[in-house]
T-cell receptor, first 113, second 112 residues
Framework: EPEVTQTPSHQVTQMGQEVILRCVPISNHLYFYWYRQILGQKVEFLVSFYNNEISEKSEIFDDQFSVERPDGSNFTLKIRSTKLEDSAMYFC???????????FGQGTRLTVV | DQQVKQNSPSLSVQEGRISILNCDYTNSMFDYFLWYKKYPAEGPTFLISISSIKDKNEDGRFTVFLNKSAKHLSLHIVPSQPGDSAVYFCAARRGGADGLTFGKGTHLIIQP
């Protein structure tokens, strides 16, 4: 079965540094998402991306965050100046149609120290 | 604000019996509901979904029931198997939106 792949699996960064999380969505999917899960809490929606632009974002997705599809296969999440509270598991997902069955990657654990 | 609530953090069921996982929601704008399963160190895996115009959807051992008047849905797993031990997330989509709203999850433990 096709899958969403994320790299790296674990990223440690110093507070204030920029970090880029990478994802390769499933090739024929048109909608791409980032979610995060802070340890012990629920999975939270960050942003959705369609047709090379953000289609929806949550309150969490502030100016520190940005997303990009730099080429035909990668989808990235950039955090400009990381804070301690950005430490979480970040999941990339993709789907054929909006908001429906989304396929999730295995996640990137971001640790901000 | 907990728009999707899974009030049981954990549930223990004997192998072969029925597992029933519950989920309540508060937002009347939700029109599509999904269940995801998650193993440690993996991403959520889609299990089954239901549209708000239906009250039941079945796929093999998994059945989801939706009671719109009560704003309640449940996932039935029959019969439960050891590989079903995982965290189960209920998720909902608001009409016209992209993002899913997740519950906190229920850790299902299948005992031999």
């Amino acid at each position: 079965e096709p899958e969403v792949t994320q790299t790296p699996s674990h990223q440690v960064t110093q507070m204030g540094q920029e970090v880029i999380l990478r994802c390769v969505p499933i090739s024929n999917h048109l909608y791409f998402y980032w979610y995060r899960q802070i340890l012990g809490q629920k999975v939270e929606f960050l942003v959705s991306f369609y047709n090379n632009e953000i289609s929806e974002k949550s309150e969490i997705f502030d100016d520190q965050f940005s997303v990009e599809r730099p080429d035909g296969s990668n989808f990235t999440l950039k955090i400009r100046s990381t804070k301690l509270e950005d430490s979480a598991m970040y999941f990339c997902a993709s789907s054929e149609v909006t908001g429906a069955r989304a396929f999730f990657g295995q996640g990137t654990r971001l640790t901000v120290v | 604000d907990q728009q999707v609530k899974q009030n049981s953090p954990s549930l223990s069921v004997q192998e072969g019996r029925i597992s029933i996982l519950n989920c309540d929601y508060t937002n009347s704008m939700f029109d599509y509901f999904l269940w995801y399963k998650k193993y440690p160190a993996e991403g959520p895996t889609f299990l089954i979904s239901i549209s708000s115009i239906k009250d039941k959807n079945e796929d093999g051992r998994f059945t989801v029931f939706l009671n719109k008047s009560a704003k309640h849905l449940s996932l039935h797993i029959v019969p439960s198997q050891p590989g079903d031990s995982a965290v189960y997330f209920c998720a909902a989509r608001r009409g016209g939106a992209d993002g899913l709203t997740f519950g906190k999850g229920t850790h299902l433990i299948i005992q031999p």
